[in-house]
Each structure stands twice: as C-alpha cells, then as structure tokens.
C-alpha cells in the first residue's frame, strides 16, 4: 500500500487535472438546432449559452407559440450536446485513473 503522502500528492493531481478540464469546457462550443436550422442555439460545454440565431420568417406575432417551442427545442438539443461533450472531455481526463466501472467525477 502506498503511503499516506503518496495518495494525497496523486489525489490533488485528480484535483488539478479535473479543475483544467473543467475550466477548458467553457472553450469547447456546441449548437444546438430546431425546426430545421431555424432556431440555432449556441453553448459551451459548460452549458453556458453564447448566442441564439433566429430565422426572419418566425418573427411574425403569429408566430409566437412556434417560436417559443422551436426556442425550448433548441435549447433542449444544445444542453443534451453539451452534456455529451462534457461527458467526453471527462472521460479523457479520467481514462489513466484506477476507478472502479461506474465511478463518475465531480464527486
């Protein structure tokens, strides 16, 4: 068994590795789309989200309700992509670290 030093050097290691992946998240862009690329939304990996773009032809009042759950839609798609990359920068940082299957970081 490895000494108490040793374990903590490698746990803040895990620690440090896991706070640049997660800062470089913020770096990694994703869009999420609907209604056939009329409403383009625009996030980070983190989930942050950067822009929205709007096809003319959905700003008419009557439009409204349309462009509210083509909004909801994309944003949904966005947040579901930035997951998967999210979940993907994660699993590179991990992939070297003895974790038992199904042990997932941030604690």
């Given at each position: 068994m490895k000494n108490l030093d040793e374990i903590l050097a490698m746990a803040q290691n895990v620690q440090n590795e896991l706070e640049k992946a997660q800062a470089n998240l913020d770096n990694?862009?994703?869009?999420?789309?609907?209604?056939?690329?009329?409403?383009?939304?625009?996030?980070?990996?983190?989930?942050?989200?950067?822009?929205?773009?709007?096809?003319?032809?959905?700003?008419?009042?009557?439009?409204?309700?349309m462009l509210e759950d083509l909004l909801a839609a994309a944003i949904n798609d966005a947040r579901t992509k930035a997951d998967a990359a999210s979940g993907s920068e994660m699993s590179k940082m991990t992939s070297g670290l003895p974790l038992p299957p199904g042990f997932k970081l941030p604690f």
């Open positions: 990694i862009e994703v869009e999420g789309v609907s209604g056939g690329g009329l409403v383009k939304v625009k996030a980070s990996a983190k989930g942050r989200i950067i822009g929205i773009a709007i096809d003319d032809s959905l700003m008419q009042p009557s439009e409204k309700g």
